[in-house]
């Protein structure tokens, strides 16, 4: 497989494409029952790539059912654990095979640089995916220690039909980080992509089959949240909803749960991390590289962006000078499919509107842009926005308090630790945060006090599949990635035997 390397044979190989549009049920692309379209836009340049089947109340009644077929014969759930790691396995070939493909769709839908593709999303899609097929025949049950005339047996059993919901930001990898649990675990899955970016989703979906999945288990319903969402949150035959995206959307999802079957909900909502930037941190100039990283990196299109820095009073001048500086050599707006792009267009005109809102708000409420500005023309066209920092920001304002999902950062100074702890903590999100110190005894008492489901010290953003991922608060109340992840799609069965 040759991999292209210059703009020119990337352009190509997305001209060739065949796109997939329609919905993927029972193993095969169907149109949706009512006939009804929706555009998929490219945000870099606003011209229309497909047109997209959208699915809606009827089509997510058929695909619970093909699901529920699929999970009452036990084509997928009985097969013996070895048998399903292999086609879980297989399937991480194929989409290793199609990896060009994959990248190029999810470069033009969504509008990330095809150099993240290949360096981060790629590889980790590939990663998510053979580590659960790794854990099937690793689940383990118990027998207790009972008295000698009874026999305690706990087992773990799939659920049987789970509903996914997946956010654009990380289209391909928000749904591995769901689906291969899910999968691994035996359930069947209905996913519902985010309507900005479904092509690689279906293209996943059809890679499982082609790997030995039986058609059925894994089904794909393109539409509106409003609509084929919530078909699938109030589904009587769905046991549970997986859920990546708004705090506002969460909330929904949760009470129509209870206004059909009670169905387990979980959720990966928003967030506002803070950076803190303690006084005797190590190096500035690599922290302040890091920090670049953790709030632009993907457009600031991240659920746990860094975008809240609280920096040490004494520091405070030499960080805002350096941040700048270095943000403006790190980061080359331009077409998501030029290899030498490192920031590309957030993933929609509405999308750019609304983080220009937050941008006009900060300043009207006093905060004050030291980054950021006009996109250039040759740019104007996309749904682009500049890497953009507020100074002499407060805690009362918004661009501190609401998530802005976009490449906007605020900047506050503090004196004290407490006071870093206390601005840091002072949010209704709980997703991320990360701490910089050289003194380990500052560190550990920090991520002790810090209300966040992940803290990163001297870093931002690393882990591995061993790492939880989720939030406190109103940023959630599931965890991905990690292997008790899977026990999450899985229900405890306690079998008491009487042997007298």
Not at 59 to 77: E, K, M, Q, T
Not at 286 to 306: E, L, M, P, S, Y
Request: include cysteine; charged fraction near 20%; hydrophobic fraction near 45%.
């Amino acid at each position: 497989m040759h991999t292209p390397t210059t703009l020119a044979e990337w352009k190509a190989l997305a001209a060739s494409l065949t796109l997939d549009t329609g919905l993927f049920i029972n193993g095969q692309f169907v149109a949706a029952k009512a006939g009804e379209s929706f555009d998929c836009v490219s945000p870099s340049t606003g011209e229309v790539i497909a047109v997209m089947a959208k699915g809606q109340g009827a089509d997510i009644d058929a695909a619970v059912a093909s699901c529920l077929r699929a999970w009452n014969d036990g084509r997928w759930h009985k097969q013996a654990p070895r048998t399903r790691m292999a086609v879980m396995l297989k399937w991480a070939d194929l989409v290793e095979a199609h990896s060009n493909e994959l990248a190029v769709m999810e470069s033009m839908d969504m509008g990330k640089p095809i150099s993240d593709m290949f360096n981060i999303d790629v590889p980790e899609v590939l990663k998510t995916i053979r580590y659960f097929a790794e854990c099937i025949d690793k689940l383990e049950g118990a027998v207790t220690s009972t008295e000698a005339s009874a026999l305690h047996l706990i087992t773990h059993e799939p659920l049987g039909v789970v509903g996914a919901i997946t956010p654009w930001n990380y289209p391909m990898l928000m749904a591995v980080w769901k689906l291969a649990p899910i999968l691994a675990a035996g359930n069947c899955v209905v996913l519902k992509p985010a309507e900005q970016a479904p092509l690689t989703c279906l293209r996943l979906a059809k890679l499982f089959v082609e790997a030995g999945g039986p058609p059925g288990v894994f089904n794909v319903v393109n539409g509106f949240g409003a609509e084929a969402g919530k078909a699938l949150a109030l589904h009587p035959d769905v046991q549970k909803i997986s859920f990546t995206g708004s705090t506002v959307v969460g909330k929904l999802l949760m009470g129509y749960a209870g206004q059909s079957n009670m169905k387990r909900v979980a959720l990966e909502t928003g967030g506002k991390s803070p950076q803190i930037f303690m006084p005797d941190l190590y190096d500035l100039d690599a922290a302040i590289d890091r920090a670049i990283g953790g709030i632009f990196d993907n457009a600031g299109q991240v659920c746990n962006a860094g975008s809240r820095l609280l920096v040490h009073r004494s520091l405070h001048d030499r960080f805002v000078e350096r941040f700048v500086a270095r943000t403006d050599a790190l980061y080359r707006m331009g077409d998501p499919l030029d290899p030498v792009t490192t920031m590309g267009p957030l993933v929609s005109q509405v999308q750019k509107q609304n983080v220009l809102k937050k941008v006009h708000l900060a300043r009207e409420q006093g905060a004050r842009m030291v980054l950021g500005g006009q996109t250039g023309t040759p740019l104007e066209a996309g749904a682009y926005v500049p890497p953009t920092l507020f100074v002499n920001a407060t805690q009362t304002m918004a661009i501190v308090q609401e998530e802005t999902f976009g490449p906007v950062s605020s900047l506050q100074a503090f004196d004290s630790e407490a006071e870093a702890l206390a601005l840091a903590n002072d949010s209704i999100y709980g997703l991320a945060a990360s701490v910089w110190t050289a003194d380990l005894k500052t560190a550990h008492r920090m991520v002790g006090a810090l209300q966040a489901g992940v803290v990163w010290v001297n870093c931002f953003g690393d882990g591995d599949m061993t790492q939880p991922f989720g939030g406190y608060k109103q940023s959630g109340n599931s965890r991905d990635k990690y292997k008790d992840s899977l026990l999450s799609y899985m229900q405890t069965k306690s079998a008491w035997f009487n042997l007298a």
